[in-house]
């Protein structure tokens, strides 16, 4: 679903191949695979099954989050800085869930509480 010309090349970049490098950042501060997961799931709406169907598929990451079952409210509630950038202020909407994801990401690596994390 390569529908934007000149769109930033992780958007044609499957899930799968940088799902690990999530994985392997949790768990190298002791946090683990299903915390990741609970992550994505709280993130976008996907089950569990629907998310290991994802990335069975090698789903790219424009379409991974264009059929997020249901994309948290909550996530607005996100602040901060990734890769140099407040995510708050990013205008592109499919860049700004990518980064969504990696600050929840690094939030988890930095050994914040998930009740913190997932905003509850």
């Keep these: 679903m390569n529908s934007k010309k000149g769109s930033h090349r992780i958007y044609t970049m499957s899930f799968a191949s940088v799902y690990p490098h999530y994985i392997a950042k949790a768990e190298k501060k002791g946090r683990t695979k299903a915390e990741v997961d ?8 996907y089950n569990q099954k629907e998310l290991e169907t994802q ?20 996530r607005s509630l996100i602040k901060g800085v990734v890769c140099g950038v407040r995510v708050e ?4 909407p499919t ?3 990518i980064r969504y994801l990696d600050k929840l990401i690094d939030e988890l690596a930095r050994g914040k509480a998930m009740d913190k994390i997932l905003r509850a």
């Excluded at 609970?38 to 709406?45: P, Y």
């Excluded at 202020?89 to 592109?92: V, Y």
């Design 89 to 92: 202020d990013i205008k592109e």
């Design 55 to 74: 990335l069975e598929e090698e789903t790219d990451f424009e379409t991974f989050f264009a059929e997020a079952p249901r994309l948290n409210p909550s």
């Design 38 to 45: 609970e992550i994505i799931r709280w993130l976008t709406g």
């Design 95 to 97: 860049m700004q869930e």
